[in-house]
């Protein structure tokens, strides 16, 4: 009976599914003719076409009366609770117990195709179906996206409406947005104006995920962690930061190991050296061909005691770092290996650069600014990336934690009780960008410098944080980070809300099948959309001025704020409104003012609004028409509004 009753409900859900899957599309994406899934590297996005009124309308709502009734399902009444209170927010009026359409809520249980959903009108109701009421959420969310956003107070309908998305065949792949730029063609920038720090061209596109292979369900040896690199190039994450991939020698985790010289055989698969670095090279090599850079994270406080290297040269080793033997930094020939050592880990693999750990605290910036220097030399462009805040000099290109606000916490508080500066953490993002507050190292937090360097990571989270916090928040991680004029940074898992315990999660396993959950698959596609659109407008979102205080955005006035600053990001005849809403308790529309002046997108005959979600075009009209626009932000989101001149 149990199977019989599966296969009738796949058959139910297949017959109401089958008109719609020759139109299904990306999560959130609105359907329409000639509309390609995945837009070309570099290329702005062709707005949908917007749905004309020749065509036979249904009218929902007019004057501020609902026109149809609604009946829902027992099992999805949390779904027409969110439709009633969307409806009330929006016009100001209930919805009624009889009409003369009708709304039928349908939930359907469909095992393997837990995000799907549909939207179906016709002369006399509009059914909106989900596979799980994930899925109907979903279908509702979207569809007050495409048809309620902008001034209209009418809300009319195409009578053949048909919509919907089935994940098999409409997740979003963002790998073919990808590109990696070899050293030998690469463009350089001076970033700090001095002639040292010579950044390659391509850190203006990272985004970047920090990766242990060994605690990844999909990982393990290198050879098994091929589907990582898949993975994250489908989301468009194109620098990976791999936890130290070194020897861990007796008691040691990675970040305690037995030094810089050799890979770890629980990575490599093999106790031979040289045939450990092979190992290494390939996957570096793969890496690369899906355009993605790859990091290593070096450690340079010692190595785990009793050692290979402190039995060897002892000399090269003076009291102790972290309970083991601490290098000692004023042995010349240390100093030398160390940097060759560095040296011949880029050269013998083709990575990209280093993550290191604990620094400037320990070496300072010299030897790693020679290890720069030796590199360049040899045609190799690499970038460094301190864990501690630096004031940069010769060495490194920016720091883990660009965004900490050392007056309220430290980094060990922020392990211990992580924090997202710009949701939970009283910064004001606009204010923090426009003046440096939060931004940097503690040292320059409260000076002129503060906020002044090129580049600065938003880490969201890392490997020592001792819970998760982006948690299926939207708001952590689009609208503080990859919306926003930061290098986006988080611990494997976070893109797709992985499962977690309180712990330092680097000892944690990451679960890459918890993405089949449909909550999980819905989050990870709204990610990927939002890196998909940061990638499509290079101009907005990768622009860098030589002084990340004027970067390109600004704060966007609200009538009601839902909790947060909405601000902007713009280039050229281009701007793109980020609302969000953090407040529970608040109605789910906003309306903003365009800030045309600021975005320096004022004086043309007419704009383009469009609905960067769903592809779905709001309006085409003079910028009094569209000064004020209201726009639909459900709790924890927010709202990616596209305003051109044209």
């Known amino acids: 009976m149990k199977s019989f009753t599966k296969l009738t409900c796949a058959f139910l859900a297949l017959l109401l599914l089958l008109p719609v899957l020759a139109s299904c599309k990306p999560s959130g994406a609105a359907v329409t003719a000639n509309e390609s899934e995945t837009p070309s590297s570099g290329t702005d996005t062709e707005p949908a076409t917007e749905y004309k009124e020749e065509k036979k309308m249904i009218t929902l709502i007019e004057g501020g009366k609902a026109a149809f009734s609604l009946r829902a399902a027992s099992a999805v009444k949390d779904a ?65 996206r495409i048809f309620t ?61 920090e990766l242990r292979p060994v605690t990844a369900s999909i990982g393990g040896y290198l050879k098994d962690s091929y589907d990582l690199i898949d993975h994250y190039a489908r989301f468009g994450v194109n620098c990976i930061w791999l936890t130290p991939i070194y020897e861990y020698g007796p008691g040691g985790n990675g970040y305690g190991n037995t030094g810089p010289h050799k890979v770890g055989a629980n990575l490599s698969g093999t106790d031979d050296v040289e045939a450990g670095w092979a190992e290494m090279k390939k996957f570096v090599d793969y890496a690369h061909e899906k355009g993605i850079y790859i990091l290593f994270d070096i450690i340079t406080w010692g190595v785990m005691r009793g050692t290979e290297l402190t039995v060897t040269h002892p000399d ?24 060759s050592t560095c040296v011949d880990n880029i050269m013998k693999t083709g990575a990209d650069g280093f993550r290191c750990d604990c620094e400037p605290n320990y070496t300072g910036y010299k030897l790693y600014g020679e290890v720069r220097n030796r590199l360049a030399e040899q045609g190799k462009h690499i970038i460094i990336v301190s864990e501690d805040g630096t004031s940069k000099k010769q060495t490194y290109d920016f720091e883990q934690d660009g965004v900490l606000w050392y007056a309220k916490k430290t980094r060990g508080q922020v392990y211990q009780e992580p924090t997202v500066w710009y949701v939970d953490g009283g910064l004001d993002i606009v204010d923090s960008v426009k003046n440096g507050t939060g931004l940097g190292a503690q040292s320059t937090q409260s000076g002129k410098k503060a906020g002044t360097f090129r580049y600065y990571t938003n880490c969201i989270t890392n490997h020592d944080y001792q819970r998760r916090i982006v948690c299926g928040n939207r708001l952590n991680i689009g609208y503080a980070a990859i919306m ?57 979102f990768e622009y860098w001025p030589e002084n990340h205080r004027d970067s390109n955005i600004c704060k966007v006035e609200l009538e009601a704020s839902g909790g947060l600053t909405a601000y902007a990001r713009f280039a050229k005849n281009k701007a793109v409104l980020i609302i969000p809403n953090n407040d529970k308790k608040a109605p789910q529309y906003f309306t903003a003012s365009v800030p045309f002046s600021e975005c320096g997108i004022e004086g043309y005959e007419k704009y383009r609004v469009t609905d960067l979600w769903t592809g779905t075009v709001i309006a085409e009209r003079t910028a009094e028409d569209i000064r004020r626009i209201t726009v639909y932000v459900p709790y924890q989101n927010l709202s990616m509004l596209l305003i051109e001149g044209i």
Do not use: H
């Open 80 to 144: 027409e609770t969110l439709f009633r209170k969307t409806v009330r927010d929006r016009y100001e009026c209930d919805v009624p117990d009889s009409a003369e359409y009708g709304i039928a809520l349908k939930l359907l249980t469909l095992s393997d195709s837990p995000a799907d959903w549909s939207i179906k009108a016709s002369d006399e109701t509009l059914t909106f179906t989900g596979c799980t009421e994930e899925g109907l959420t979903r279908a509702l969310e979207t569809f007050f």
């Open 149 to 209: 956003n902008g001034e209209d107070d009418t809300l009319k309908i195409p009578a053949d409406l048909d919509l919907g998305y089935r994940y098999e065949t409409d997740k979003i792949d963002n790998s073919s947005l990808l590109s990696y730029i070899p050293s030998d063609g690469v463009k350089l920038t001076d970033t700090f104006g001095n002639g040292k720090v010579m950044t390659p061209e391509w850190v203006d596109g990272l985004i970047m995920v």
């Open 316 to 339: 090269w080793f003076s009291g102790e770092a972290w309970g083991n033997d601490a290098f000692n930094w004023k042995n010349d020939e240390l100093y030398e290996w160390f940097i």
């Open 484 to 540: 926003a004029p930061f290098i986006p940074l988080w611990y494997m898992g976070d893109e797709f809300n992985a499962g977690w315990r309180p712990a330092v999660q680097y000892d944690i396993a990451v679960d890459y099948a918890d993405m089949n959950k449909a909550q999980n698959r819905i989050f990870a596609e709204d990610v990927k959309k939002m890196i998909q659109i940061r990638r499509t407008y290079k101009d907005i």
